[in-house]
């Protein structure tokens, strides 16, 4: 009993559905959450360009009776940068239908009384202006880009490793992505990094 | 049957060993091989200081019997800088006594005809010159510290993705150590990072 469909595959399934052509059981779909870059936008130069049929496939689905919300993994900028750069490029989407890690992980850091000490893009700062940051008890990763350098990983360490029991949040899984100028390390492998060194005492 | 007995313990084992004052079982022993940083000196500013007895205890190791060889998995400089070091804080030493990790790299990937891409420090780097490192087929890492930036970890990861079979060499394993300024990571948890893309395609 599909209710929502989640879409993670391209502009060629989404403008089909919003064609209107559906089978019976798409036709019990309550709603869709859609996949962002890779399945509306490619990521690239200038911050990348729509995939063809996308802008108007979003169009449809919002002129249908379905409910439609964003969901992404970007943590290099807020939520109202990230909208903003989609509007542009002419999406129909305002910030509250996006869902994206560092609001919901601001969510659980106050649900839990934790101040976090961040390892995270500039342009994702100001997620966490309502947080708490002083005298950290854990440690936010996200894409940090260039901001992953030797003393910013040293310092998120020394963080962790004062800590009695250590807390580390990561705003991502994924271990690499493209871009215009090649492949790039994601936050997944900067996590691994931070979780190593738990494995066993200084060696 | 210990003929020869690996030391990572303290100096007053060492110097307790050097007094001539042996056991039985001990006096069957042909040569010994000792760590160095912690066991000989502390590392910290200005290179470090020799841990208090250490010095006369190498210098009775030499006028004993015993063959006497060192073991380090220092990968910051050279063996020639890290032995002027060592000399310059009273250790009779040479060369040639001391093994570290990069002439027995250098050996496996001459014997294996491989060409390393280096992310090692930039004091290491003359250790590798007898290498061809024109068209790598492998990469090789070592406590590179603020080398181990996000530009320098995305080259390393992009020679490693464009290899059939990649090949990593780690020229250690150690997670983190101290240093007078605080605890640092080690290359072990960049080795871990740059294993970790290969657990799944891209994610």
């Excluded at 890779?38 to 496939?57: H, K, R």
């Excluded at 989609?86 to 609001?103: D, W």
């Excluded at 020394?158 to 899984?173: A, D």
Aim: charged fraction near 25%; hydrophobic fraction near 40%; include cysteine.
């Amino acid at each position: 009993m599909p209710h929502i469909a989640s879409l993670c595959a391209n502009s060629h399934r989404l403008y089909t559905m919003a064609d209107h052509k559906w089978t019976g059981s798409v036709k019990s779909l309550k709603g869709v959450i859609l996949d962002m870059c890779g399945v509306l936008y490619d990521s690239g130069e200038g911050g990348g360009v729509p995939i063809s049929g996308s802008v108007e496939a979003v169009k449809r689905l919002k002129e249908s009776d379905l409910q439609l919300r964003f969901c992404t993994n970007e943590t290099q900028a807020t939520r109202e940068k990230f909208v903003a750069k989609l509007q542009r490029m002419g999406f129909e989407l305002s910030v509250s239908e996006v869902f994206s890690p560092a609001p919901a992980a601001v969510s659980i850091l106050k649900e839990r009384g934790l101040k976090p000490h961040l390892l995270v893009h500039d342009d994702l700062v100001p997620e966490f202006d309502s947080v708490d940051k002083m005298n950290p008890n854990c440690v936010v990763i996200g894409d940090a880009a260039d901001k992953f350098s030797y003393k910013n990983l040293n310092d998120a360490f020394q963080v962790l490793i004062g800590m009695e029991k250590p807390v580390l949040f990561s705003l991502g899984r994924g271990r690499y992505y493209k871009e215009t100028d090649g492949l790039k390390l994601d936050v997944g492998v900067y996590m691994k990094a931070l979780e190593t060194w738990q494995l066993t005492t200084c060696s």
